[in-house]
């Protein structure tokens, strides 16, 4: 079965580094997405791209963030001078054409230390 | 936020039935209902969505109410592995990259051996 991938599963970084979190989702998917979930809170969504560029994002996804497509495979969330407050999973979701069904990958742990 | 009321957790016996509840008294006519769930901090996993007709896969099932109000998310053999949070989440119908998830508290269902 098509499965989103995402890389790295699980990142160490140091407060005020940049990290970049990557997504492969399924091949003929046209939508992508990103979410977050803080340990012990809701899955929070975060931005969606849909040909080239954002179709909607939430009051989270501040200047400190960027998306990227940069190829035609891979999609990328990243993290430009990383807080405390920004520990948590990652997780990337693409949907096909008819955009009915979201698929999620298995996300990234990101720590900030 | 999200417009839907689940309870917060459930038990259920393996081998029986699971029967996962949710009230969406505001839902609009292009709104479908959509189940997900999450089984410890993994994606979240699609597992069935309706507009007014019950619905069966491999799954799940999914009963509507005829005023469309509520429904209920049925698995019908529970095992161990079904232990997770579902989310019962309502989203227009017409897809896009607009139309994101918003993910919920969720019903915290333990299967017990």
């Known amino acids: 079965e098509p499965e989103v991938t995402q890389t790295p599963s699980h990142q160490v970084t140091q407060m005020g580094q940049e990290v970049i979190l990557r997504c492969v989702p399924i091949?003929?998917?046209?939508?992508f997405y990103w979410y977050r979930q803080i340990l012990g809170q809701k899955v929070e969504f975060l931005v969606s791209?849909?040909?080239?560029?954002?179709?909607?994002k939430s009051e989270i996804f501040d200047d400190q963030f960027s998306v990227e497509r940069p190829d035609g495979s891979n999609f990328t969330l990243k993290i430009r001078s990383t807080k405390l407050e920004d520990s948590a999973m990652y997780f990337c979701?693409?949907?096909?054409?008819?955009?009915?069904?979201?698929?999620f990958g298995a996300g990234s742990r990101l720590t900030v230390l | 936020d999200a417009k839907t009321t689940q309870p917060p957790s459930m038990d259920c016996a393996e081998g029986r039935a699971a029967n996962l509840p949710c009230n969406h008294s505001t839902i609009s006519g292009n709104e479908y209902v959509y189940w997900y769930r999450q089984i410890h901090s993994q994606g979240p996993q699609y597992i069935i969505h309706g507009l007014k007709n019950n619905e069966t896969n491999e799954m799940a099932s999914l009963i509507i109410t005829e005023d469309r109000k509520s429904s209920t998310l049925i698995l019908p053999h529970a095992t161990l592995r079904d232990t997770a949070v579902y989310y019962c989440i309502v989203r227009p119908y017409y897809g896009g990259a607009t139309n994101k998830l918003i993910f919920g508290t969720g019903t915290l269902l333990a299967v017990q051996p």
């Open positions: 091949s003929n998917h046209l939508y």
């Open positions: 979701a693409s949907s096909d054409p008819g955009a009915n069904v979201l698929t």
């Open positions: 791209f849909y040909n080239n560029e954002i179709s909607e």
